[in-house]
């Protein structure tokens, strides 16, 4: 079993649509939590992260981190067709320094 | 201007080839790292250094062997390559702040080994 797990998709979306992406991760050392979106052919960029439990707000995107069932969340609102990427999640413990370890990652698409 | 450029995109060799990937950043960062990245997007990393130094070296075969002749630039050499080192190759460059490191990751070199 994989240290954070994450449904590969596709997940196919009407444009407007709000969105749903979850991790679960089995490591409960890790402190840090983060969401990169990956589009074709490029590299990951970091889209949010939080520290710990709690929700974090950044335009039409929120994450959501449950520490205590090991669950984080990202949720896109009125969704658009320029999200349709990779979602993946990674995670960092405190004390671990720079090492992330990511999930699978998501691929999701928005129809217009 | 590219914060983080990594050459080649494209790499098509043949096995037994040895071939480096180029790494550089204009962040000013101190920490670069590389990522492989397989067919099933999963990102693993591989290896670590900051200001010159390897820090992280997860369980890669010895044929990998990365270079660091600055801080701002960090090379990977592969010697023999093989069918199964098929794959996107990620260089990153992260600076610590209040202990999280947030990544600046190239756009990654695609390398296909035949």
């Known amino acids: 079993q994989k240290e954070v797990e994450q449904d590969p998709g596709p997940l196919s979306v009407p444009e407007g649509a709000i969105v749903s992406l979850n991790c679960t991760y089995s490591?409960?050392?890790?402190?840090?939590f983060m969401w990169y979106r990956q589009y074709s052919r490029k590299g990951p960029e970091l889209l949010m992260y939080?520290?710990?439990?709690g929700n974090k707000e950044d335009g039409r995107f929120t994450a959501q981190v449950d520490k205590s069932s090991k669950y984080i969340s990202l949720f896109i609102r009125d969704s658009q067709p320029s999200d349709s990427a990779t979602y993946l999640c990674?995670?960092?413990?405190?004390?671990?320094?720079?090492?992330?370890?990511f999930g699978g990652g998501t691929r999701l698409m928005v129809k217009p | 201007d590219t914060a983080v450029s990594q050459t080649p995109k494209y790499l098509v060799t043949q096995m037994g080839n040895d071939k480096s990937i180029k790494c550089e950043q204009n962040?000013?960062?101190?920490?670069m790292y590389w990522y492989k990245q397989d067919s099933k997007k999963f990102l693993k990393i591989m290896f670590s250094?900051?200001?010159?130094?390897?820090?992280i070296n997860e369980t890669v075969p010895n044929r990998f062997s990365p270079k660091s002749p600055d801080k701002a630039h960090l090379n990977l050499h592969i010697n023999s390559l093989e069918l199964g080192d098929s794959a996107v190759y990620f260089c990153?460059?992260?600076?610590?702040?209040?202990?999280?490191?947030?990544?600046?990751f190239g756009s990654g070199t695609r390398l296909t080994v035949v």
């Open positions: 990153a460059s992260s600076q610590e702040d209040r202990g999280f490191y947030g990544y600046t």
């Open positions: 490591n409960s050392a890790f402190q840090y």
């Open positions: 939080t520290y710990s439990s």
């Open positions: 990674a995670m960092s413990e405190f004390n671990a320094g720079n090492m992330l370890t």
């Open positions: 962040l000013g960062h101190d920490t």
């Open positions: 250094y900051n200001n010159k130094e390897l820090i």
